[in-house]
């Protein structure tokens, strides 16, 4: 049983994989388990940021602290953090300063682009230092 995990949710794929994602954490907790719910908030490109209206960043991080305050009340000791940065690179560094013990993180299908990108699922795997669970 894990006692520190980390469960990164993605809100641009399907609603059931981080319900799936937080149902694996629960199974894999101990008792006295915390879970954190952390989503990464990438940079939006300057070119595409002027198209927007100013206060976009403001309330789309507010309702994603919401929406994950929401998902951590259906767990027991869970909390929601939202973080900005590179989503792969920002799950590696969150956990490893954190001292999480295992990572439960959603995959999709690998896809062309895949080969050429990687997927943030494959990256965590690759160079996380813990345990990690991943779901597809």
């Not at 520190?4 to 388990?33: C, H, R």
């Amino acid at each position: 049983m894990y006692r520190n995990i980390l469960v990164p949710i993605a809100f641009d794929t399907d609603e059931t994989k981080a319900k799936t994602a937080m149902a694996a954490a629960k199974l894999l907790a101990s008792d006295d388990a915390k879970i954190t719910l952390l989503h990464v908030m990438e940079q939006i490109p300057g070119y595409a940021i002027s198209y927007m209206p100013k206060d976009y960043i403001t309330q789309s991080r507010t309702a994603i602290v919401e929406e994950l305050d929401a998902m951590a009340a259906t767990l027991d000791n869970a909390q929601g953090v939202v973080v900005d940065g590179h989503s792969g690179r920002t799950i590696l560094d969150w956990a490893d300063e954190h001292k999480v013990d295992l990572i439960v993180i959603a995959s999709h299908r690998p896809g062309m682009q895949d080969m050429l990108l990687g997927s943030t699922a494959t990256q965590v795997v690759r160079h996380a230092r813990c345990a990690v669970h991943v779901l597809r």
